[in-house]
């Protein structure tokens, strides 16, 4: 594959995720292809973990079905566990099991993204610099904590803006979704990531 000599991309470091070693050479041959030149690769969910919390990535792309530890539980360690070094990464899942009901789970465990397999890499790309683009809002609704799951992703649009917005940090004060509904108020809170985080060099 042709790589990119000039990227937005090259300084953020990600993590990719999957279980067979054929799809992580490939998926990182792809991110390379992009742009990404910090890229760490993990066997599975657990190895995952272990390495986010001691070396924290900018971003995470993660295959679904995976054991002892799968995409999904992965996804509610990183935005759920005390040890957890940064709850808001943007997580992307790529997965050649796209039903309905699976989605939703994804959803549901605070998922960014998510991508069919096989996918283009041109698809793949787009999707990436929307996540780096747009941060998400982040809500925490009983157990739930993670991308606010009533906002919609907009089609991706390219913008030149630092990389550093993907190190992003919690506004000290919560504040509610202004087009909330009386019900979603009573139990959603919204977490506003700020974009001039003050830990961005923790993440690069």
Request: net charge positive; charged share 25%.
């Amino acid at each position: 594959m042709p790589r990119n000599t000039f990227t937005p991309f090259r300084n953020i470091r990600i993590l990719a995720v999957d279980d067979l070693i054929e799809t992580r050479d490939l998926t990182r041959e792809m991110l390379g292809a992009i742009g990404f030149r910090r890229v760490e690769t993990a066997r599975n969910g657990e190895d995952a973990y272990r390495r986010f919390v001691l070396n924290p990535a900018a971003l995470v792309v993660t295959d679904l079905r995976m054991g002892p530890v799968d995409g999904l539980q992965l996804t509610r360690l990183i935005r759920t566990a005390p040890d957890s070094p940064n709850r808001f990464v943007p997580i992307m899942v790529l997965s050649c099991i796209t039903d309905v009901e699976t989605i939703g789970r994804a959803r549901d465990a605070g998922v960014n993204d998510f991508l069919a397999k096989p996918l283009a890499i041109a698809t793949l790309r787009t999707h990436l610099e929307w996540l780096i683009e747009r941060p998400a809002k982040f809500v925490r609704s009983g157990t739930y904590f993670g991308p606010d799951r009533r906002l919609h992703a907009p089609t991706p649009r390219l913008h030149e803006r630092r990389s550093s917005m993907m190190g992003v940090t919690p506004l000290p004060d919560a504040t509610r979704s202004a087009n909330a509904s009386h019900s979603d108020r009573a139990h959603h809170s919204t977490v506003e990531q700020d974009a001039l985080a003050r830990n961005v060099d923790g993440f690069f």
